[in-house]
């Protein structure tokens, strides 16, 4: 059981013949009650006091809880925007890939097309050529035949000038 102020102040005690002095102990008694209230009075200030850091801690802790969460959920929500945005990334790289193979295979395509109609304008070329060699060989033909013609033309011609010279 703790004692108070009080009860040192009300504190009697029996008297001997021997005793201490009253006065002496009546002021030793009044010091100590003195210290005692001083004491409990700086007790109740530091138990205030503290109750009042205990709820400070209290309400730090829980900021710090909530600094915790939020740090947390800060941290989830970063970790889900770098793995949808590498998920959009893949699909952008996916989609540039696909469009650049279709593009390939279109130009492989269109070379292909090319080399077919490089190929058929040379088939046409060729024949070509050959009609116009023919053509050019049946006229040279009918040119060396119109020559003979002429030839034999002249000749007979010839033939009809010393005719007509011999008979004139």
Known sequence: MAVTKIDVLNKIFGRSFRGYT???VDAFLQEIAESLGGLAG???ALDTRM????????EHKGREKTLRDTLMT???MIDDMKSNAQREAQLII???NSKAEIMVQQAHQRL???HGDISELKKQRTQFEIKLRSILDAHVRMLEA????QDVLDVAESKLKFISKAGA
């Open 42 to 44: 700086e007790k109740e």
């Open 22 to 24: 009253c006065t002496d």
């Open 51 to 58: 109750q009042m850091l205990e709820e400070q801690l209290d």
């Open 94 to 96: 996916d989609a540039a």
């Open 146 to 149: 119109d020559k003979e013609e």
């Open 112 to 114: 292909a097309q090319l």
């Open 74 to 76: 800060t941290q989830r």
